[in-house]
């Protein structure tokens, strides 16, 4: 196909050989399938910051590291340089978190480079080497539904123990090949120990895949994975290894609260009758 403008630097430069399609666009970027290094790859495009939607939210930006503190200070100003510099952030965090959770073993494309607002990664593909299906375009069996769930639950464990959620995990951003789930679209991502909102994203996302698995594999709907998770985490105690149950006993916390004022007023009357014999004696 002619090549996109945007992907017209990286033609010049050879860091892509040809533009083969383009795959279907959202709502933050355009997908396209090139080939480089005579390999099929796929690269995205961002959008321009004026074009895109809710993600730059404040609450995803929450807890969200710069390290440079010059640009820290123009990213709080309203200035052209604090603007760019917050555009930067934001499509430098899609690419961080796919290095970081590929690095942590997670199912996402393996990230090949960054270049001019273009983000080259791997093309996930089905057995047959298409591009690979989202969940949202499969029907599955009740197994497979069964069996996918348990590996993206898995997924997400994995991540939250690199210290990220997704924030926008659907079935519109998980891709399904051969070996099961694969996790894209990651430019929203929460730090899970920085940001105050981690704990509702996260049940969002779990409960997304919930419903979605849900749909095939009815025994889903009753399960808490992300309430048992989200326990394991804050108590230090979640590895990629856990075995999760899907239940989660809630903490009885206003059982111990009734009865730890049932235990105060006991000692307080005891104190007041210990005060009045005091006070009694002294009278004598
Ligand atoms: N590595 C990949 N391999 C195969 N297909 C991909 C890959 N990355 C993206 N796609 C396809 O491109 C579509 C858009 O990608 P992505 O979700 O990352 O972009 P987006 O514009 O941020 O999406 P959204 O509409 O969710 O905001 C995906 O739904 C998927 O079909
Ligand atoms: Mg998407």
């Not at 992907?7 to 399938?33: N, R, T, Y």
């Not at 069996?147 to 997924?155: D, G």
């Not at 009734?258 to 009278?283: G, H, P, W």
């Amino acid at each position: 196909m002619k090549v996109p403008k945007r992907l017209q630097p990286l033609v010049e430069d050879g860091m892509i050989d040809e533009v083969i399609s383009q795959l279907m666009s959202g709502k933050e970027a355009q997908v396209f399938v090139v080939r480089a290094n005579d390999h099929v790859q796929c690269a995205k495009v961002f959008k321009e910051a004026k074009q895109r939607s809710f993600k730059q939210a404040v609450e995803y930006q929450e807890g969200r590291k710069v390290r440079n503190t010059r640009r820290a200070r123009a990213m709080s100003k309203k200035t052209q340089y604090g603007q760019k510099e917050q555009e930067n952030a934001w499509l430098n965090a899609e690419v961080d978190a796919l290095y970081q959770l590929a690095a942590a073993g997670v199912r996402v494309p393996k990230p090949y480079g960054f270049i001019d607002g273009v983000l080259l990664m791997e093309l996930i593909t089905d057995a047959e080497g298409y591009v690979a299906p989202r969940l949202d375009d499969v029907t599955l069996s009740r197994e497979d539904a069964l069996r996918w769930h348990e590996q993206i639950i898995k997924e997400i464990v994995r991540m939250l123990c690199a210290g990220l959620v997704h924030g926008d995990l659907s079935e519109f951003n998980v891709l399904l090949n051969e070996e099961g789930p694969v996790i894209i679209d990651l430019p929203q991502a929460v730090n899970a120990a920085g940001n105050n909102n981690a704990e509702r994203m996260l049940a969002r996302d779990v409960n997304n895949m919930r419903a979605y698995f849900g749909q095939f594999a009815p025994e889903l709907l009753t399960t808490q994975y992300a309430k048992e998770m989200w326990d394991l985490y804050e108590s230090g105690k979640l590895t990629p290894e856990s075995q999760l149950t899907g239940q989660f006993a809630e903490r009885e916390d206003l059982a111990d609260v009734d009865e730890l004022m049932s235990v105060i007023e006991a000692a307080t009357t005891e104190e007041q009758e210990r005060l009045e014999r005091l006070r009694a004696a002294n009278e004598d």
